[in-house]
């Protein structure tokens, strides 16, 4: 490998001794080094107030790892390149200590001056992290500086706005990577290829080919140990808000003109700004919210979601989320996106399956029976791969069709080595590519849609449809599409 395109820099996570650190951020960087992707020369500085020693810094690194892999090696090695430095962040004369600690970095690991600062930390110290770093001086380097901000970006519009204000008087937008770690993940980085790579797909894509889109993620783990979080976000802003809306806008965007960073997202805003609203007084119509009552999966007993820890009991947040996306432009007029997602279903899973319109004729027509759509679905996760669903000849029975799958899956990688979305994001952060992060006018487009929906529920304006843990969601999901004349189709 040509070390000349190793990307160097120093990454100062911010709550380096938090959950997302110890669970994603440091197998990322290890996974990084084990792929070869980066070199020696990184250096990784932890930020937190626990009075930890950089012994105990990487002990806690080590546990990182060991727990994330099965094989670790060079663990001592890869340990000694971090630092641990103890702070409140809202103090800031500590600043300019850790911009000595960086300095020294700089210059043990030959990292050009170059600084990631990555804030895994709640939203609330966004700005100040920010403002700090430019007043104390350490954005002036004689390398580039990058600020990598977690989600959530902000509660609504206006306080997505705020937290915007206060992060660009310090960094500006080219220096600002808003992580969306559903666009790291390899099967939606595939939908553009997919798409825009086959003849096969390519001219069918549009609303005189397609019948509906479907987008599902689900989870089988409740809200866990993220009660306090949650109860002030929902589904609605934890999942629809940014991947929801992500892959909705990979699925529908015009081909760019060409692969950059700014060409696709600027495709992207078009989608996101051609999103039909939904008036607060019509919410009920397009969409659906649920929470998790008690239930049953592989015979364990599950709780509901008002009775877990730090949740109101008589909580109105919503677990799910199912609605229904119009994108008025020309080529998807009249098609229905529908999205849905939620804790506590039966599968954890995420998929799109593109349903492809009947053909004028049906030749194979029996009474009473209907020929099955074709379907292109693309499994995200835990699955990797494209299913295409067609009809062909039945066994024997002449004139008589069935549905057949060709199927193509990843799994002949090996899953130690298939690069994870933290993985990947970070990579491309090292390396200047800003493609799979969310532009601000994204991130403003797509709170401006949410907004008038939670804004209605928090008025009561809907009501919150329960459903059994374990269970696909409320029934009130399937009557939206059944409207339609649609259905689910299945996800696991
Ligand atoms: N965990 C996850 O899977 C995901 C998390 N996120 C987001 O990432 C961010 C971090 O989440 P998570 O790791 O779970 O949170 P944790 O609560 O586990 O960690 C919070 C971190 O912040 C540090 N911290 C808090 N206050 C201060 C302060 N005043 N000065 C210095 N350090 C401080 C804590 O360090 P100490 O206690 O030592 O002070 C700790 O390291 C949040 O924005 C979350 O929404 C996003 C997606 C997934
Ligand atoms: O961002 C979030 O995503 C996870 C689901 O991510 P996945 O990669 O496991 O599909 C979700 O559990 C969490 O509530 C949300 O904040």
């Keep these: 490998m040509n070390t000349q395109q190793h990307p160097k820099s120093v990454i100062v996570i911010f709550g380096a001794t938090g959950d997302l ?13 084990q792929n070869e992707k980066i070199g020696s020369e990184f250096a990784v500085v932890g930020v937190g107030r626990r009075p930890w020693t950089n012994d105990e810094f990487r002990n806690n ?21 971090f630092y641990y430095h103890p702070f409140d962040v809202t103090n800031p004369s500590s600043y300019l200590e850790l911009n000595d600690l960086l300095g020294n970095l700089d210059g043990t690991y030959q990292t050009e001056g170059n600084r990631i600062f990555y804030l895994a930390m709640a939203p609330e110290f966004f700005g100040t992290i920010a403002q700090n770093l430019k007043k104390q001086g350490l954005t002036e380097t004689n390398g580039w500086s990058r600020l990598v901000i977690e989600k959530p970006f902000g509660h609504d519009l206006p306080s997505a706005r ?40 390519e001219p069918l894509w549009n609303n005189r080919y397609i019948s509906n889109i479907q987008v599902t993620s689900s989870e089988v783990l409740g809200v866990e140990d993220r009660g306090r979080y949650y109860e002030n976000s929902g589904a609605l802003r934890d999942m629809v808000q940014n991947h929801m809306l992500q892959m909705v806008a990979l699925l529908a965007m015009e081909p760019p003109i060409k692969l950059t960073t700014d060409e696709i997202r600027s495709e992207k805003v078009k989608v996101l700004r051609a999103l039909r609203p939904v008036k607060e007084d019509e919410v009920s119509n397009y969409f659906v919210r649920g929470q998790y009552a008690n239930g049953e999966l592989d015979g364990k007993q599950l709780v509901g979601y008002r009775e877990e820890n730090n949740v109101d009991p008589e909580s109105q947040t919503e677990t799910y989320v199912a609605g229904k ?19 506590r279903l039966a ?7 593109v349903q492809f319109k009947d053909i004028p004729m049906n030749l194979y027509y029996k009474k009473g029976e209907t020929l099955p759509p ?38 002949f990688h090996d899953g130690i080595n298939t690069p994870e979305a933290y993985e990947k994001l970070l990579y491309d952060c090292m390396r200047g590519d800003a493609t799979n992060f969310t532009h601000w ?30 269970s696909m969601g409320p029934k009130e999901a399937d009557d939206m599409l059944a409207e339609d004349g649609n259905q689910w189709w299945p996800v696991k």
């Design 347 to 353: 599968a954890k899973s995420t998929k799109i399956v």
């Design 325 to 343: 996306l119009l994108i008025d432009n020309f080529r998807w007029a009249g098609v229905p996106f529908y999205i849905r997602t939620g804790k």
């Design 374 to 411: 074709n379907l292109l679905v693309i499994n995200i996760q835990p699955d990797e791969g494209i299913t295409l669903q067609l009809n062909a000849k039945k066994d024997g029975d002449a004139g008589d069709s069935n549905p057949v799958q060709l199927d193509l899956s990843n799994d």
């Design 441 to 470: 006018d994204e991130v403003a487009l797509s709170w401006s849609f949410v907004d008038p929906i939670s804004e209605a529920w928090s008025k009561g304006k809907a009501a919150i449809a329960s459903y059994a843990s374990g």
């Design 21 to 33: 650190a110890k669970r994603k951020l440091f197998p990322s960087i290890y996974r990084l080094v």
């Design 162 to 201: 705020k937290l915007n204000q206060e992060i660009r008087e310090a960094f500006n937008e080219e220096q600002i990577y808003r992580i969306d770690h559903y666009l790291g993940k390899e099967m939606v980085q595939n939908i553009e290829v997919i798409r825009f790579a086959n003849a096969l797909f």
């Design 61 to 81: 690194v080590t546990d990182s790892i060991q727990s994330s892999t099965k094989e670790s090696k060079n663990l001592e090695e890869f340990t000694s390149h």
